[in-house]
């Protein structure tokens, strides 16, 4: 394997003599930055964003980068359909003449439509659902498409502070100067505010309720009060145009806080569901998976026959019944697209870099891997389908099937 120049950049040949660095003398790492695993979406779609910015030249709410109807183009692609710049914002050699927008959310268009409706009346968006809809990536998508950047983002936890949400301090000024304005650190969500942009929190339910009810004064009254900085012009940080909240929940998880009813009206919930389509999924599972593959070094060499097969089994046990209508029993585990693009990028990486037999063969194992995390009697589960749907499938003379349930044995 061919390694990149940036990879190339941090190994150090043995033959190669090497000179101890002084302290003014640059090292490797402040040389050259690294290769980042993933790009942020404003940079990984950097030219779509452009290009969408001046391709619509309609009305667009304060603050916003591009308009409404180009966030749902850039979200949910132009249907295959080349767009073409009109001629006045043609500049050589800067953007495309023409340029097919892909999407990137699998889902409703309707659903993509309502979020964008929702932070142009500059209301705070709930995206819920089970884990793995890919609501974070709607997220992200949104806000890099809004207003530029997905970066201004708290991560909820059991530990989120309301630091997180308001402000906190350099204590080193705090200590030197006493409460200023220099002392100050905003919040992401303060940032947002500040500049008019989407703040971004994820896991919202998993903050206390103590914690997330910071967020009420923040979503109705559009300013946060800094009371130590009392009686001067900076006592008060008020929200410019611009500013709204998207934040995730999950449905099913472990550790929520339930929110009040008081910042559930500071929300419009919109609920992500599963990929109802099989074809959609499958081909969202092969490019993920080849995605992840490639960004080790490798190619992606899991037949798409393998792939149905693997998305076929998550759409089984999630749904709790098969494509043929046989009743499933539904494992403890969410079986989600997110956790399906996983064990395919396991299989591609094995395929890849162990290569050797039938990669059929390592299925069984890495499904029961991807089960068998919350419940232990899951492992029951999924012998249970080895025992219905795999066995019948087989039986009505599937090669595919028949091979998988050769397989059992794996899952013990």
Not at 339 to 347: Q, W
Request: hydrophobic share 40%.
């Amino acid at each position: 394997m061919t390694l990149s120049p940036d990879r190339r950049t941090d190994t150090v040949s043995p033959t190669t003599p090497t000179t101890p660095t002084t302290g003014s003398e640059p090292t490797t790492d402040q040389a050259a930055p690294r290769a980042r695993q993933i790009l942020p979406a404003e940079e990984r779609y950097a030219q779509e964003l452009a290009f969408l910015a001046a391709y619509d030249e309609g009305p667009r709410p304060p603050g916003w980068a591009l308009t409404p109807a180009a966030v749902v183009t850039f979200v949910c692609g132009s249907d295959g359909e080349a767009l073409a710049l009109p001629p006045k914002r043609r500049k050589e050699g800067a953007l495309p003449a023409k340029l097919v927008v892909a999407p990137k959310f699998v889902g409703e268009r309707a659903l993509v439509e309502r979020c964008v409706v929702t932070l142009a009346g500059e209301r705070g968006l709930l995206l819920v659902g089970e884990p793995g809809t890919a609501k974070s990536m709607l997220s992200e998508l949104l806000s890099a498409a809004v207003s530029g950047t997905s970066e201004l983002t708290v991560q909820g936890t059991a530990g989120t502070t309301e630091d997180a949400f308001r402000y906190g301090w350099n204590y080193a000024l705090l200590l030197a100067q006493g409460p200023t304005p220099q002392a100050l650190v905003s919040s992401p969500v303060m940032t947002a505010m500040r500049t008019g942009r989407v703040a971004r929190i994820e896991e919202v339910t998993r903050c206390l309720p103590e914690v997330q009810d910071a967020l009420v004064s923040i979503l109705s009254d559009r300013r946060v009060s800094v009371p130590e900085l009392a009686g001067t012009a900076d006592a008060t940080v008020a929200a410019v145009p611009g500013f709204t909240v998207i934040a995730t929940a999950n449905l099913r998880d472990r550790g929520v806080s339930e929110m009040s009813a008081a910042l559930k009206r500071r929300f419009n919930f919109e609920t992500v569901h599963p990929i109802a389509d099989a074809g959609a999924e499958t081909e969202l599972v092969r490019t993920q998976a080849t995605a992840a593959v490639q960004r080790a070094g490798a190619a992606f060499g899991v037949d798409d026959a393998v792939l149905d097969v693997l998305v076929t089994v998550f759409r089984d046990l999630r749904t709790g019944r098969s494509a043929e209508g046989w009743d499933v029993e539904r494992p403890g585990t969410v079986m989600s697209t997110a956790e399906a693009v996983h064990v395919a990028a396991s299989l591609g990486l094995a395929r890849a870099y162990l290569p050797g037999g039938d990669v059929l063969d390592l299925v069984p194992g890495h499904l029961l891997g991807a089960v068998r995390k919350d419940d232990p009697a899951d492992h029951g589960r999924l012998l249970g389908y080895w025992d219905g749907p795999v066995r019948r499938r087989a039986e009505d003379g599937s090669a595919m099937w028949r091979r998988l349930w050769d397989l059992r044995e794996n899952l013990r």
